[in-house]
Protein backbone atom coordinates (compact mmCIF):
# COMPACT_ATOMS: atom_id res chain seq x y z
CA UNK A 1 0.00 0.00 0.00
CA UNK A 2 1.36 3.48 -1.34
CA UNK A 3 1.01 6.21 0.97
CA UNK A 4 -1.65 8.57 0.03
CA UNK A 5 -0.47 12.61 0.29
CA UNK A 6 -3.47 13.69 1.03
CA UNK A 7 -4.42 11.93 3.89
CA UNK A 8 -3.65 12.51 7.73
CA UNK A 9 -1.76 9.47 8.88
CA UNK A 10 -1.85 9.66 12.91
CA UNK A 11 1.04 6.42 12.06
CA UNK A 12 3.15 5.79 9.94
CA UNK A 13 5.81 3.05 9.76
CA UNK A 14 7.62 2.84 6.69
CA UNK A 15 10.87 -0.08 6.21
CA UNK A 16 11.00 -1.02 9.82
CA UNK A 17 13.37 -3.88 10.28
CA UNK A 18 14.67 -5.37 13.26
CA UNK A 19 16.96 -8.32 13.52
CA UNK A 20 17.71 -9.93 16.46
CA UNK A 21 21.32 -11.91 15.91
CA UNK A 22 20.57 -11.86 12.04
CA UNK A 23 16.98 -13.30 12.56
CA UNK A 24 14.55 -10.32 11.05
CA UNK A 25 11.64 -10.75 13.30
CA UNK A 26 10.06 -7.64 11.44
CA UNK A 27 11.41 -6.99 8.08
CA UNK A 28 10.84 -4.35 5.68
CA UNK A 29 7.14 -3.47 7.29
CA UNK A 30 5.28 -0.42 6.01
CA UNK A 31 1.78 0.42 7.37
CA UNK A 32 -0.09 3.73 7.74
CA UNK A 33 -3.06 4.39 10.43
CA UNK A 34 -5.40 7.11 9.97
CA UNK A 35 -7.63 9.39 12.67
CA UNK A 36 -9.42 7.25 14.61
CA UNK A 37 -8.79 4.24 12.88
CA UNK A 38 -9.23 0.11 14.10
CA UNK A 39 -6.23 -1.29 12.74
CA UNK A 40 -5.88 -5.32 13.85
CA UNK A 41 -3.36 -6.67 13.16
CA UNK A 42 -3.46 -10.93 13.02
CA UNK A 43 -1.26 -13.40 11.97
CA UNK A 44 0.36 -16.83 12.94
CA UNK A 45 2.49 -17.40 16.11
CA UNK A 46 6.14 -15.78 15.64
CA UNK A 47 4.84 -13.63 12.79
CA UNK A 48 6.28 -10.64 14.63
CA UNK A 49 2.90 -9.18 15.59
CA UNK A 50 3.78 -8.27 19.19
CA UNK A 51 7.32 -7.06 18.06
CA UNK A 52 5.51 -4.23 16.05
CA UNK A 53 4.17 -3.48 19.45
CA UNK A 54 7.45 -3.70 20.91
CA UNK A 55 8.98 -1.37 18.45
CA UNK A 56 6.10 1.34 18.56
CA UNK A 57 6.17 1.97 22.54
CA UNK A 58 10.11 1.83 22.41
CA UNK A 59 10.47 -1.44 24.21
CA UNK A 60 12.53 -2.75 21.21
CA UNK A 61 14.94 -0.55 19.16
CA UNK A 62 14.63 -0.97 15.64
CA UNK A 63 17.65 -1.73 13.46
CA UNK A 64 16.01 0.17 10.83
CA UNK A 65 13.19 1.98 9.24
CA UNK A 66 11.47 4.55 11.07
CA UNK A 67 7.81 5.25 13.05
CA UNK A 68 5.96 8.61 12.82
CA UNK A 69 3.57 9.01 15.44
CA UNK A 70 2.28 12.92 14.23
CA UNK A 71 5.08 13.70 12.34
CA UNK A 72 7.81 12.94 15.37
CA UNK A 73 10.21 10.25 14.95
CA UNK A 74 9.17 7.26 17.94
CA UNK A 75 12.28 5.50 16.87
CA UNK A 76 14.39 8.02 18.42
CA UNK A 77 12.76 8.57 21.68
CA UNK A 78 12.46 7.17 25.08
CA UNK A 79 10.15 4.90 26.32
CA UNK A 80 8.52 7.70 28.66
CA UNK A 81 8.71 10.21 26.38
CA UNK A 82 6.67 8.07 23.60
CA UNK A 83 4.11 7.75 26.49
CA UNK A 84 3.97 11.53 26.90
CA UNK A 85 3.28 11.73 23.06
CA UNK A 86 0.42 10.56 23.37
CA UNK A 87 0.63 6.17 22.65
CA UNK A 88 -0.31 3.65 25.18
CA UNK A 89 0.10 -0.02 25.10
CA UNK A 90 -1.34 -2.43 27.03
CA UNK A 91 0.90 -6.10 27.49
CA UNK A 92 -0.06 -9.60 26.45
CA UNK A 93 -0.69 -10.91 29.80
CA UNK A 94 -2.32 -8.44 32.23
CA UNK A 95 0.18 -6.21 33.56
CA UNK A 96 -0.86 -4.69 36.90
CA UNK A 97 0.55 -3.70 40.28
CA UNK A 98 -1.45 -6.72 42.08
CA UNK A 99 0.35 -5.88 45.52
CA UNK A 100 -2.22 -2.23 44.84
CA UNK A 101 -5.51 -1.54 45.15
CA UNK A 102 -7.96 -1.27 41.65
CA UNK A 103 -7.47 2.98 43.32
CA UNK A 104 -3.81 2.93 43.48
CA UNK A 105 -3.54 1.06 40.32
CA UNK A 106 -5.57 4.10 38.58
CA UNK A 107 -3.73 6.75 40.29
CA UNK A 108 -0.37 5.67 39.16
CA UNK A 109 -1.29 6.14 35.54
CA UNK A 110 -3.15 8.98 36.02
CA UNK A 111 -0.99 11.56 33.83
CA UNK A 112 0.37 13.71 36.42
CA UNK A 113 3.23 13.82 38.39
CA UNK A 114 5.15 11.90 36.82
CA UNK A 115 8.74 13.34 37.59
CA UNK A 116 10.38 12.40 40.89
CA UNK A 117 9.37 15.36 42.58
CA UNK A 118 6.03 15.81 40.99
CA UNK A 119 5.64 12.69 42.35
CA UNK A 120 6.71 13.66 46.05
CA UNK A 121 3.92 16.12 46.16
CA UNK A 122 1.19 14.38 44.26
CA UNK A 123 -2.18 14.97 45.75
CA UNK A 124 -5.01 13.14 45.34
CA UNK A 125 -7.18 16.54 44.73
CA UNK A 126 -10.75 16.34 43.19
CA UNK A 127 -10.64 15.97 39.78
CA UNK A 128 -7.56 12.63 40.39
CA UNK A 129 -10.70 11.28 42.09
CA UNK A 130 -13.34 11.38 39.88
CA UNK A 131 -11.18 10.89 37.44
CA UNK A 132 -10.04 7.61 38.89
CA UNK A 133 -14.19 7.09 39.20
CA UNK A 134 -15.15 7.38 35.80
CA UNK A 135 -12.60 5.27 34.54
CA UNK A 136 -13.61 2.58 36.82
CA UNK A 137 -17.33 3.04 36.36
CA UNK A 138 -16.19 2.34 32.00
CA UNK A 139 -14.67 -0.68 33.23
CA UNK A 140 -16.90 -2.55 35.57
CA UNK A 141 -15.07 -1.97 38.28
CA UNK A 142 -16.19 0.99 40.31
CA UNK A 143 -16.90 -1.72 43.49
CA UNK A 144 -13.46 -2.86 43.25
CA UNK A 145 -11.97 0.26 43.84
CA UNK A 146 -10.44 -0.76 47.44
CA UNK A 147 -9.77 -4.29 46.41
CA UNK A 148 -5.94 -5.04 46.02
CA UNK A 149 -5.72 -5.68 42.36
CA UNK A 150 -3.90 -9.25 42.86
CA UNK A 151 -7.57 -10.26 43.97
CA UNK A 152 -9.13 -9.62 41.14
CA UNK A 153 -10.22 -12.34 38.16
CA UNK A 154 -8.36 -12.82 34.92
CA UNK A 155 -10.56 -10.46 32.96
CA UNK A 156 -11.02 -7.60 35.62
CA UNK A 157 -7.09 -7.65 35.75
CA UNK A 158 -6.92 -7.22 31.34
CA UNK A 159 -10.07 -4.40 32.52
CA UNK A 160 -7.80 -2.74 34.94
CA UNK A 161 -5.15 -2.85 32.54
CA UNK A 162 -7.07 -1.36 29.87
CA UNK A 163 -8.31 1.66 32.60
CA UNK A 164 -5.06 2.73 33.33
CA UNK A 165 -4.41 3.12 29.56
CA UNK A 166 -7.39 5.16 29.38
CA UNK A 167 -6.59 7.50 32.37
CA UNK A 168 -4.14 8.31 30.11
CA UNK A 169 -6.22 9.27 27.03
CA UNK A 170 -3.61 8.60 24.98
CA UNK A 171 -4.30 9.09 21.12
CA UNK A 172 -3.24 5.84 19.68
CA UNK A 173 -3.72 3.01 21.70
CA UNK A 174 -2.35 -0.56 21.15
CA UNK A 175 -4.03 -3.31 22.92
CA UNK A 176 -2.12 -6.90 22.75
CA UNK A 177 -4.82 -9.61 22.70
CA UNK A 178 -7.18 -8.09 24.96
CA UNK A 179 -9.64 -10.95 25.08
CA UNK A 180 -7.07 -13.24 25.29
CA UNK A 181 -7.92 -16.17 28.35
CA UNK A 182 -11.27 -14.62 28.73
CA UNK A 183 -14.74 -16.57 29.54
CA UNK A 184 -17.40 -15.88 27.20
CA UNK A 185 -19.44 -13.38 29.24
CA UNK A 186 -16.28 -11.49 29.64
CA UNK A 187 -15.29 -11.37 26.37
CA UNK A 188 -19.04 -9.90 25.12
CA UNK A 189 -18.04 -7.32 27.92
CA UNK A 190 -15.04 -6.20 26.71
CA UNK A 191 -15.83 -6.14 23.13
CA UNK A 192 -18.37 -3.40 24.13
CA UNK A 193 -15.91 -1.84 26.77
CA UNK A 194 -13.33 -1.81 23.22
CA UNK A 195 -16.30 -0.32 21.47
CA UNK A 196 -16.98 2.45 23.87
CA UNK A 197 -13.26 3.43 24.20
CA UNK A 198 -11.35 3.23 21.04
CA UNK A 199 -13.87 6.30 19.81
CA UNK A 200 -11.96 9.35 19.29
CA UNK A 201 -8.84 7.71 19.08
CA UNK A 202 -6.22 5.77 16.93
CA UNK A 203 -6.10 1.74 17.86
CA UNK A 204 -4.26 -0.90 17.13
CA UNK A 205 -5.27 -4.31 17.96
CA UNK A 206 -3.39 -8.07 18.28
CA UNK A 207 -5.83 -10.74 18.24
CA UNK A 208 -6.63 -14.38 17.49
CA UNK A 209 -10.42 -14.43 17.60
CA UNK A 210 -12.06 -13.77 14.52
CA UNK A 211 -15.27 -13.14 15.62
CA UNK A 212 -14.16 -10.08 17.73
CA UNK A 213 -11.26 -9.00 14.95
CA UNK A 214 -14.89 -9.19 12.40
CA UNK A 215 -16.62 -7.01 15.11
CA UNK A 216 -14.41 -4.34 15.68
CA UNK A 217 -12.02 -3.82 13.02
CA UNK A 218 -11.62 -1.07 10.35
CA UNK A 219 -8.54 -2.88 8.71
CA UNK A 220 -6.93 -5.51 8.98
CA UNK A 221 -3.03 -5.97 8.13
CA UNK A 222 -1.86 -9.73 8.17
CA UNK A 223 1.68 -10.42 9.37
CA UNK A 224 3.65 -13.67 7.98
CA UNK A 225 7.25 -13.81 9.13
CA UNK A 226 7.79 -9.93 9.57
CA UNK A 227 6.03 -9.28 6.81
CA UNK A 228 2.80 -7.62 5.63
CA UNK A 229 1.10 -10.65 4.03
CA UNK A 230 -2.21 -8.60 3.05
CA UNK A 231 -3.85 -5.70 4.12
CA UNK A 232 -7.18 -3.99 3.58
CA UNK A 233 -11.06 -4.86 4.80
CA UNK A 234 -11.73 -7.98 7.08
CA UNK A 235 -13.73 -8.83 3.65
CA UNK A 236 -10.89 -8.64 1.64
CA UNK A 237 -8.27 -10.07 3.64
CA UNK A 238 -10.54 -13.09 4.58
CA UNK A 239 -11.04 -13.98 0.72
CA UNK A 240 -6.88 -13.32 0.23
CA UNK A 241 -5.55 -17.24 -1.21
CA UNK A 242 -2.04 -16.13 0.70
CA UNK A 243 -4.16 -15.65 3.62
CA UNK A 244 -5.98 -18.49 3.86
CA UNK A 245 -2.91 -20.65 3.03
CA UNK A 246 -0.96 -19.61 6.03
CA UNK A 247 -3.15 -18.16 8.82
CA UNK A 248 -6.53 -19.30 8.62
CA UNK A 249 -6.52 -22.88 6.78
CA UNK A 250 -8.15 -24.45 3.78
CA UNK B 1 -5.73 18.08 58.19
CA UNK B 2 -6.50 15.94 55.06
CA UNK B 3 -3.04 16.36 54.46
CA UNK B 4 -2.05 15.25 57.99
CA UNK B 5 -4.14 11.93 57.76
CA UNK B 6 -2.72 11.28 54.39
CA UNK B 7 0.91 11.36 55.58
CA UNK B 8 0.66 9.80 58.98
CA UNK B 9 -2.38 7.42 59.70
CA UNK B 10 -3.48 6.62 62.83
CA UNK B 11 -1.80 3.50 62.90
CA UNK B 12 1.66 4.71 61.94
CA UNK B 13 1.23 7.77 64.43
CA UNK B 14 0.87 4.76 66.75
CA UNK B 15 3.72 2.98 65.31
CA UNK B 16 5.87 6.23 65.54
CA UNK B 17 4.85 7.18 69.25
CA UNK B 18 5.75 4.03 70.41
CA UNK B 19 9.35 3.91 68.71
CA UNK B 20 9.57 7.49 70.33
CA UNK B 21 8.48 6.78 73.69
CA UNK B 22 10.79 3.46 73.64
CA UNK B 23 13.94 5.30 71.91
CA UNK B 24 13.68 8.61 74.43
CA UNK B 25 12.60 7.27 77.81
CA UNK B 26 12.21 3.63 77.96
CA UNK B 27 16.13 2.94 76.91
CA UNK B 28 17.36 5.69 78.64
CA UNK B 29 15.83 5.03 81.97
CA UNK B 30 16.50 1.18 82.10
CA UNK B 31 20.33 0.88 80.95
CA UNK B 32 23.14 2.55 82.36
CA UNK B 33 25.42 4.87 79.97
CA UNK B 34 27.77 1.96 79.13
CA UNK B 35 24.17 -0.15 77.42
CA UNK B 36 22.78 3.08 75.98
CA UNK B 37 25.51 4.30 74.38
CA UNK B 38 26.04 0.53 72.86
CA UNK B 39 22.12 1.10 71.94
CA UNK B 40 22.70 4.37 70.20
CA UNK B 41 25.69 2.92 68.11
CA UNK B 42 22.97 -0.12 67.00
CA UNK B 43 20.95 3.08 66.51
CA UNK B 44 23.24 4.19 64.06
CA UNK B 45 22.70 1.07 61.86
CA UNK B 46 18.72 1.68 62.05
CA UNK B 47 19.65 4.51 59.52
CA UNK B 48 20.96 2.56 56.87
CA UNK B 49 18.22 -0.12 57.60
CA UNK B 50 15.22 2.53 56.98
CA UNK B 51 17.25 3.47 54.06
CA UNK B 52 17.10 0.06 52.77
CA UNK B 53 13.57 -0.78 53.15
CA UNK B 54 12.43 2.07 50.80
CA UNK B 55 15.53 1.41 48.35
CA UNK B 56 15.21 -2.57 48.58
CA UNK B 57 12.02 -3.43 50.29
CA UNK B 58 9.48 -0.74 48.57
CA UNK B 59 11.72 -0.02 45.24
CA UNK B 60 13.22 -3.82 45.03
CA UNK B 61 16.85 -2.21 44.47
CA UNK B 62 18.50 -4.64 46.58
CA UNK B 63 22.12 -3.18 47.99
CA UNK B 64 24.97 -4.79 49.23
CA UNK B 65 26.83 -2.11 49.83
CA UNK B 66 25.16 0.42 51.83
CA UNK B 67 28.23 0.58 54.45
CA UNK B 68 30.00 2.30 51.83
CA UNK B 69 27.66 5.41 52.79
CA UNK B 70 27.67 4.45 56.18
CA UNK B 71 31.46 4.76 55.89
CA UNK B 72 31.59 7.82 53.83
CA UNK B 73 29.69 9.36 56.18
CA UNK B 74 31.52 8.57 59.14
CA UNK B 75 35.09 9.06 57.69
CA UNK B 76 33.87 13.17 56.94
CA UNK B 77 32.66 13.53 60.55
CA UNK B 78 35.87 11.19 61.40
CA UNK B 79 38.21 13.50 59.59
CA UNK B 80 36.84 17.00 61.35
CA UNK B 81 36.95 15.25 64.55
CA UNK B 82 40.88 14.29 64.09
CA UNK B 83 42.18 17.35 62.75
CA UNK B 84 40.46 18.56 65.99
CA UNK B 85 42.44 16.01 68.15
CA UNK B 86 45.63 16.69 65.98
CA UNK B 87 46.28 20.49 66.76
CA UNK B 88 50.05 21.36 66.94
CA UNK B 89 50.25 20.88 70.76
CA UNK B 90 49.14 18.08 71.10
CA UNK B 91 51.20 16.66 68.57
CA UNK B 92 54.36 18.31 68.68
CA UNK B 93 56.35 15.20 69.78
CA UNK B 94 55.79 14.13 65.83
CA UNK B 95 58.12 15.09 63.44
CA UNK B 96 55.61 16.83 61.72
CA UNK B 97 53.46 18.55 64.13
CA UNK B 98 49.60 19.55 63.30
CA UNK B 99 48.93 16.81 60.82
CA UNK B 100 46.62 13.30 62.01
CA UNK B 101 49.31 11.05 63.75
CA UNK B 102 48.92 8.06 61.82
CA UNK B 103 50.16 10.36 58.47
CA UNK B 104 53.18 11.09 60.82
CA UNK B 105 53.53 7.66 61.10
CA UNK B 106 53.42 6.95 57.45
CA UNK B 107 56.23 10.03 56.71
CA UNK B 108 53.30 12.35 55.18
CA UNK B 109 54.49 16.07 56.30
CA UNK B 110 52.19 17.70 54.95
CA UNK B 111 48.35 17.67 55.31
CA UNK B 112 46.34 16.15 52.15
CA UNK B 113 44.53 18.86 50.28
CA UNK B 114 41.50 16.80 50.51
CA UNK B 115 41.89 17.15 53.70
CA UNK B 116 42.20 20.67 54.48
CA UNK B 117 38.09 21.73 53.98
CA UNK B 118 37.45 19.09 56.67
CA UNK B 119 38.98 21.94 59.49
CA UNK B 120 35.54 23.71 58.98
CA UNK B 121 32.57 22.56 60.88
CA UNK B 122 30.13 23.66 58.27
CA UNK B 123 32.00 22.00 55.21
CA UNK B 124 31.80 18.71 57.05
CA UNK B 125 28.07 18.72 57.78
CA UNK B 126 27.83 19.43 54.16
CA UNK B 127 30.07 16.85 52.81
CA UNK B 128 28.42 14.24 55.29
CA UNK B 129 24.94 14.87 53.58
CA UNK B 130 26.75 15.84 50.15
CA UNK B 131 29.80 13.47 49.46
CA UNK B 132 27.53 10.06 49.73
CA UNK B 133 24.24 11.45 47.68
CA UNK B 134 27.31 12.27 44.65
CA UNK B 135 28.68 9.14 45.09
CA UNK B 136 25.14 7.30 44.81
CA UNK B 137 23.92 9.41 42.31
CA UNK B 138 27.32 8.16 39.77
CA UNK B 139 26.41 4.86 40.82
CA UNK B 140 22.49 5.45 40.17
CA UNK B 141 23.37 6.78 36.87
CA UNK B 142 25.85 4.24 35.70
CA UNK B 143 23.46 1.48 36.61
CA UNK B 144 19.97 2.44 36.45
CA UNK B 145 20.28 4.44 33.28
CA UNK B 146 21.68 1.27 31.46
CA UNK B 147 18.79 -0.95 33.10
CA UNK B 148 21.23 -2.86 35.65
CA UNK B 149 18.93 -4.22 38.48
CA UNK B 150 18.66 -7.37 40.68
CA UNK B 151 21.40 -9.74 41.57
CA UNK B 152 23.20 -7.29 38.95
CA UNK B 153 23.27 -4.52 41.09
CA UNK B 154 23.81 -6.08 44.02
CA UNK B 155 26.84 -7.59 43.22
CA UNK B 156 28.17 -4.46 42.01
CA UNK B 157 27.57 -2.70 44.99
CA UNK B 158 29.24 -5.40 46.77
CA UNK B 159 31.91 -5.02 44.78
CA UNK B 160 31.84 -1.43 45.35
CA UNK B 161 32.09 -1.87 48.98
CA UNK B 162 35.38 -4.07 48.41
CA UNK B 163 36.91 -1.41 46.43
CA UNK B 164 36.51 1.19 48.81
CA UNK B 165 37.32 -0.75 51.78
CA UNK B 166 41.01 -2.05 50.05
CA UNK B 167 41.27 1.67 48.57
CA UNK B 168 41.06 3.02 52.35
CA UNK B 169 43.47 0.33 53.55
CA UNK B 170 46.13 0.85 50.79
CA UNK B 171 46.35 4.57 51.39
CA UNK B 172 47.63 4.04 55.09
CA UNK B 173 48.57 7.61 55.11
CA UNK B 174 45.76 9.34 53.56
CA UNK B 175 43.01 6.98 55.78
CA UNK B 176 44.56 5.49 58.74
CA UNK B 177 44.36 2.18 56.78
CA UNK B 178 43.00 -0.80 58.73
CA UNK B 179 43.02 0.91 61.79
CA UNK B 180 40.71 3.76 60.70
CA UNK B 181 40.37 6.90 62.07
CA UNK B 182 40.73 6.72 66.14
CA UNK B 183 41.63 8.42 69.32
CA UNK B 184 38.80 11.09 68.77
CA UNK B 185 38.40 13.37 71.43
CA UNK B 186 36.57 16.86 70.98
CA UNK B 187 33.68 18.49 69.38
CA UNK B 188 34.28 21.97 68.83
CA UNK B 189 36.18 21.87 71.98
CA UNK B 190 33.51 19.44 73.76
CA UNK B 191 34.52 15.98 75.19
CA UNK B 192 32.33 13.25 73.14
CA UNK B 193 33.96 10.60 75.72
CA UNK B 194 32.01 11.81 78.89
CA UNK B 195 29.14 9.73 80.15
CA UNK B 196 27.17 13.09 79.73
CA UNK B 197 28.36 14.01 75.84
CA UNK B 198 27.08 10.38 75.32
CA UNK B 199 24.15 10.56 77.15
CA UNK B 200 23.34 14.01 75.02
CA UNK B 201 24.54 12.44 71.30
CA UNK B 202 22.50 9.55 72.65
CA UNK B 203 19.08 12.01 72.00
CA UNK B 204 20.48 13.79 69.21
CA UNK B 205 21.31 10.21 67.42
CA UNK B 206 17.66 9.60 68.35
CA UNK B 207 16.22 12.72 67.50
CA UNK B 208 18.00 12.63 63.41
CA UNK B 209 16.13 8.93 63.76
CA UNK B 210 13.26 9.98 64.26
CA UNK B 211 13.84 13.08 61.63
CA UNK B 212 14.54 10.27 58.95
CA UNK B 213 11.90 7.86 59.35
CA UNK B 214 9.57 11.10 59.19
CA UNK B 215 10.96 11.70 55.73
CA UNK B 216 10.99 7.93 55.16
CA UNK B 217 7.30 7.99 56.49
CA UNK B 218 6.48 11.04 53.87
CA UNK B 219 8.61 8.71 50.89
CA UNK B 220 6.00 6.12 51.49
CA UNK B 221 2.73 7.39 51.73
CA UNK B 222 3.10 9.68 48.68
CA UNK B 223 2.58 8.77 45.21
CA UNK B 224 6.80 7.92 45.11
CA UNK B 225 6.00 4.83 47.43
CA UNK B 226 3.08 3.73 45.53
CA UNK B 227 5.39 4.19 42.62
CA UNK B 228 7.97 2.14 44.02
CA UNK B 229 6.12 -0.82 44.88
CA UNK B 230 4.81 -0.72 41.26
CA UNK B 231 8.02 -1.02 39.95
CA UNK B 232 9.01 -3.55 41.94
CA UNK B 233 6.38 -5.33 40.21
CA UNK B 234 6.42 -4.57 36.80
CA UNK B 235 8.98 -2.05 35.83
CA UNK B 236 7.59 -1.95 32.55
CA UNK B 237 4.39 -1.23 32.72
CA UNK B 238 5.48 2.25 35.23
CA UNK B 239 7.42 3.22 32.53
CA UNK B 240 4.99 2.67 29.95
CA UNK B 241 2.66 4.56 32.01
CA UNK B 242 5.11 7.51 30.87
CA UNK B 243 8.12 7.42 34.00
CA UNK B 244 11.32 7.78 33.79
CA UNK B 245 11.79 4.74 36.00
CA UNK B 246 15.72 5.14 36.18
CA UNK B 247 15.28 8.73 38.03
CA UNK B 248 13.23 7.05 40.42
CA UNK B 249 15.76 4.43 41.42
CA UNK B 250 18.83 6.75 41.21
CA UNK B 251 16.80 9.50 43.63
CA UNK B 252 15.48 5.99 46.21
CA UNK B 253 19.07 4.87 46.19
CA UNK B 254 20.45 8.53 47.02
CA UNK B 255 18.21 9.29 50.08
CA UNK B 256 19.48 5.57 51.10
CA UNK B 257 22.75 6.60 50.95
CA UNK B 258 22.03 10.23 52.97
CA UNK B 259 20.37 8.41 55.56
CA UNK B 260 23.45 5.90 55.69
CA UNK B 261 25.79 8.55 55.82
CA UNK B 262 23.96 10.36 58.81
CA UNK B 263 24.08 7.13 60.32
CA UNK B 264 27.80 6.71 59.87
CA UNK B 265 28.48 10.19 60.93
CA UNK B 266 26.50 9.27 64.21
CA UNK B 267 28.20 6.52 64.72
CA UNK B 268 31.52 7.94 64.29
CA UNK B 269 30.40 10.68 67.40
CA UNK B 270 28.85 7.89 69.68
CA UNK B 271 31.98 5.44 69.23
CA UNK B 272 35.34 7.74 68.99
CA UNK B 273 36.26 6.25 66.05
CA UNK B 274 35.78 5.02 62.01
CA UNK B 275 37.36 1.85 60.38
CA UNK B 276 37.11 0.29 57.20
CA UNK B 277 35.51 -2.54 59.19
CA UNK B 278 32.19 -0.90 58.59
CA UNK B 279 33.12 -0.12 55.23
CA UNK B 280 32.62 -3.79 53.59
CA UNK B 281 31.25 -6.16 52.19
CA UNK B 282 30.15 -7.91 55.73
CA UNK B 283 28.89 -4.89 57.71
CA UNK B 284 26.67 -3.88 54.03
CA UNK B 285 25.34 -7.49 54.34
CA UNK B 286 24.50 -7.49 57.96
CA UNK B 287 22.53 -4.17 57.58
CA UNK B 288 20.40 -6.11 54.75
CA UNK B 289 20.23 -8.83 57.93
CA UNK B 290 19.04 -6.06 60.31
CA UNK B 291 16.19 -4.53 57.86
CA UNK B 292 14.86 -7.93 56.58
CA UNK B 293 15.07 -9.20 59.93
CA UNK B 294 13.03 -6.36 61.13
CA UNK B 295 10.45 -6.29 58.16
CA UNK B 296 11.81 -5.11 54.78
CA UNK B 297 8.29 -3.51 54.48
CA UNK B 298 8.27 -1.86 57.63
CA UNK B 299 10.89 1.41 58.24
CA UNK B 300 9.54 1.13 62.11
CA UNK B 301 10.35 -2.73 62.17
CA UNK B 302 13.55 -2.01 60.47
CA UNK B 303 14.45 -0.15 63.67
CA UNK B 304 13.27 -2.96 66.26
CA UNK B 305 15.29 -5.70 63.87
CA UNK B 306 18.26 -3.81 64.13
CA UNK B 307 18.45 -3.21 68.13
CA UNK B 308 16.87 -7.23 68.10
CA UNK B 309 19.85 -8.42 66.48
CA UNK B 310 22.47 -6.44 67.36
CA UNK B 311 21.73 -7.15 71.33
CA UNK B 312 21.39 -10.86 70.36
CA UNK B 313 24.82 -10.15 68.23
CA UNK B 314 26.52 -8.44 71.63
CA UNK B 315 25.10 -11.24 73.94
CA UNK B 316 25.15 -13.83 72.26
CA UNK B 317 29.06 -13.19 71.10
CA UNK B 318 29.81 -12.36 74.56
CA UNK B 319 29.63 -16.17 75.22
CA UNK B 320 29.93 -17.75 72.21
CA UNK B 321 32.27 -15.55 69.85
CA UNK B 322 32.66 -18.38 67.21
CA UNK B 323 29.41 -18.72 66.71
CA UNK B 324 27.63 -16.05 66.14
CA UNK B 325 28.07 -15.68 62.12
CA UNK B 326 26.60 -19.00 61.92
CA UNK B 327 23.96 -18.20 64.21
CA UNK B 328 22.87 -14.88 62.65
CA UNK B 329 23.14 -16.93 59.16
CA UNK B 330 20.74 -18.89 60.65
CA UNK B 331 18.53 -16.41 61.76
CA UNK B 332 18.55 -14.73 57.93
CA UNK B 333 17.52 -17.80 56.30
CA UNK B 334 14.85 -18.85 59.46
CA UNK B 335 13.27 -15.19 59.06
CA UNK B 336 13.95 -15.31 55.10
CA UNK B 337 12.40 -18.71 54.37
CA UNK B 338 9.14 -18.15 57.48
CA UNK B 339 8.48 -14.93 58.01
CA UNK B 340 9.40 -13.30 54.72
CA UNK B 341 8.26 -9.57 56.41
CA UNK B 342 10.29 -10.29 59.48
CA UNK B 343 9.07 -8.77 63.03
CA UNK B 344 6.82 -6.34 61.96
CA UNK B 345 4.97 -9.44 59.36
CA UNK B 346 5.00 -11.19 62.58
CA UNK B 347 3.30 -8.39 64.84
CA UNK B 348 1.03 -7.83 61.94
CA UNK B 349 -0.34 -10.97 61.57
CA UNK B 350 0.00 -12.42 64.94
CA UNK B 351 0.28 -9.51 67.89
CA UNK B 352 -1.75 -6.54 66.14
CA UNK B 353 -5.59 -8.37 65.78
CA UNK B 354 -4.87 -9.86 69.49
CA UNK B 355 -3.98 -6.22 70.55
CA UNK B 356 -7.04 -4.61 68.43
CA UNK B 357 -9.39 -7.51 70.54
CA UNK B 358 -7.90 -6.20 73.77
CA UNK B 359 -8.32 -2.53 73.42
CA UNK B 360 -11.99 -2.48 71.58
CA UNK B 361 -12.93 -4.70 74.61
CA UNK B 362 -11.51 -2.41 77.09
CA UNK B 363 -13.18 0.52 74.78
CA UNK B 364 -16.62 -1.71 74.97
CA UNK B 365 -15.97 -1.68 78.88
CA UNK B 366 -15.14 1.94 79.22
CA UNK B 367 -18.17 3.08 77.47
CA UNK B 368 -20.48 0.77 78.79
CA UNK B 369 -19.54 2.14 82.46
CA UNK B 370 -19.98 5.26 81.02
CA UNK B 371 -23.14 4.93 79.41
CA UNK B 372 -24.74 3.08 82.95
CA UNK B 373 -23.45 5.98 85.15
CA UNK B 374 -25.08 8.39 82.28
CA UNK B 375 -28.47 6.52 82.00
CA UNK B 376 -28.60 5.35 85.51
CA UNK B 377 -30.53 7.80 86.83
CA UNK B 378 -34.26 8.32 86.51
CA UNK B 379 -33.69 5.92 83.72
CA UNK B 380 -35.89 2.97 83.36
CA UNK B 381 -33.56 -0.27 82.36
Known amino acids: ?250 | MQGIREFMPKQDLIYFLLLAVIVFIVLPLSTDIFRLNLLGKYLTYAFVAIGLVLCWGYGGILSLGQGVFFGLGGYCMAMFLKLEASDPETTKIQSTPGIPDFMDWNQITELPWFWEPFYSLTFTLIAILVVPTIFAYLIGVAMFKRRVGGVYFAIITQAIASILTILIIGQQGYTGGVNGITDLRTFLGWDIRTDSAKYILYFVNAGLLLGCLLVAQFIRKSKFGRLLLAMREREDRVRFSGYDVSNFKIFIFCVAAIFSAIGGAMFTLQVGFMSPSFVGIVPSIEMVIFCAIGGRLSIYGAVYGTLVVNWTKTSFSESFPELWLFAMGALFIGVVMAFPNGLAGIYKSRVEPWVVKVFTQLKGYYLEKTVATVTKPGETR
Open chain 1, 1 to 250: MTKLSNKNFVLEVEGLTVSFDGFKAVNDLSFYVEEEEIRVIIGPNGAGKTTVLDLICGKTKSTSGSIKFRGRDLTKMTEHAIVHAGVGRKFQNPSIYEDLTVFENLEISYPSGRSVFGALVFKRSVEVIAAIEEVAETIFLKDCLGKNAGLLSHGQKQWLEIGMLLIQNPELLMLDEPVAGMSVAERKQTAELLNRIIKERAVIVIEHDMQFVEDIAHRVTVMHQGKTLSEGSMERVKNDPKVIEVYLGG
